[in-house]
Nanobody, 121 residues
Framework: QVQLVESGGGLVQAGGSLRLSCAASGSIFSINTMGWYRQAPGKQRELVTAITSGGSTNYADSVKGRFAISRDNAKNTVYLQMNSLKPEDTAVYYC???????????????WGQGTQVTVSS
């Protein structure tokens, strides 16, 4: 199995910044895409951003130009730098990793426990 440990959430004023981290550990053979999702109260979980093993990225329109995803493959860690935060960014942020646990296993998704990000106006 793969365990994901997130950190970096918290309370920040509008216009501020936060940096989230997610470290993967356990039975990891290879990691494909790493990403961040979020879920606000009463809403469905949505993709915020993702990064492939080759470094290609994609972002939700709502965060383009404000958020930046990066990864450190040596540390099996993905980061989310969030700038110019808005109250509507308030949500629980979840790390997602698509990984193989062995040479002949099928890639599967693993999820972090979630970290709360609250942006006050």
């Amino acid at each position: 199995q793969v365990q994901l440990v997130e950190s970096g959430g918290g309370l920040v004023q509008a216009g501020g910044s936060l940096r989230l981290s997610c470290a993967a550990s356990g039975s990891i053979f290879s990691i494909n895409t790493m990403g961040w999702y979020r879920q606000a109260p009463g809403k469905q979980r949505e993709l915020v951003t993702a990064i492939t093993s080759g470094g290609s990225t994609n972002y939700a329109d709502s965060v383009k130009g404000r958020f930046a995803i990066s990864r450190d493959n040596a540390k099996n860690t993905v980061y989310l730098q969030m700038n110019s935060l808005k109250p509507e960014d308030t949500a629980v942020y979840y790390c997602n990793v698509n990984a193989m646990t062995g040479r002949r296993t099928t890639p599967r998704d693993f999820w972090g426990q979630g970290t709360q990000v609250t942006v006050s106006s």
